[in-house]
């Protein structure tokens, strides 16, 4: 059964990169989207993008050109970089991952606890 | 990008009722890729359904998931005490994935 942790800092001074790691345990890296999501303070949900097993991206148009997903098989890591901060992007950053089965995303299952990131100076 | 826009923002009910949530996509979902999950405060989001109608593992029958199209809907047939929670829907049908903004139920 998989489980997720996430860590980074959680405070990040404006203009600067934010960089987070989750950490994946109890399952295999094969057959999965793995994923950010945040979270504004007391907002709504925002799906930031996945990197799939294979490689592939695929990001929120509106943070693609500030936003990379990584994913170390080695160390059962994926990463989200996200470029050149400003206080809308203070939020609690989740990974999450989800199943692909047959070619068919089976839902965000399981989540990490969330990491609170402050962009403030 | 496909918007999701739910309804009520807040519902208010008495345990023992039926709670009944709407998702409506301002455009059809692909292959009715949708999802719904539960937020406690201070919790991480929890799958309940996803493919519209498919509950996740573990998760009590009361809680059914319909719809195609644009319209969808969550349904909590008895509220429990620990069912209220905001809920999201997600669609996961096109190349932008997208939340909406959530439902509160609360205790009336």
């Known amino acids: 059964q998989v489980q997720l942790q996430g860590s980074g800092p959680g405070l990040v001074k404006p203009s600067e990169t934010l960089s987070l790691t989750c950490s994946v345990s109890?399952?295999?890296?094969?057959?999965?989207?793995w994923s950010w999501i945040r979270q504004p303070p007391g907002k709504g949900l925002e799906w930031i993008g996945y990197i799939y097993y294979d490689g592939s991206t695929n990001y929120n148009p509106s943070l693609k050109s500030r936003v990379t997903i990584s994913l170390d098989t080695s160390k059962k890591q994926f990463s989200l970089i996200l470029n050149s901060v400003t206080a809308a992007d203070t939020a609690v950053y989740y990974c999450?991952?989800?199943?692909?089965?047959?070619?068919?995303?089976?839902?965000?299952?399981?989540w990490g606890q969330g990491t609170l990131v402050t962009v403030s100076s | 990008e496909i918007v999701l826009t739910q309804s009520p923002d807040t519902l208010c009910l008495s345990p023992g009722e039926r709670a009944t949530l709407s998702c409506r996509a301002s455009?059809?979902?692909?292959?009715?890729?949708l999802s719904w999950y539960q937020q406690k405060p201070g919790q991480a989001p929890r799958l309940l359904i996803y493919g519209a109608s498919s509950r996740a593992t573990g998760i009590p029958d009361r809680f059914s998931g319909s719809g195609s199209g644009t319209d969808f809907a969550l349904t909590i047939r008895r509220l429990e005490p620990e069912d209220f929670a905001v809920y999201y829907c997600?669609?996961?049908?096109?190349?932008?994935?997208?939340f909406g903004q959530g439902t509160k139920v609360e205790i009336k």
């Open positions: 999450a991952t989800g199943l692909v089965w047959f070619g068919e995303f089976r839902g965000f299952d399981p």
């Open positions: 455009q059809s979902v692909s292959n009715n890729y």
């Open positions: 997600h669609q996961y049908g096109s190349s932008s994935w997208t």
């Open positions: 109890g399952g295999s890296i094969s057959s999965y989207y």
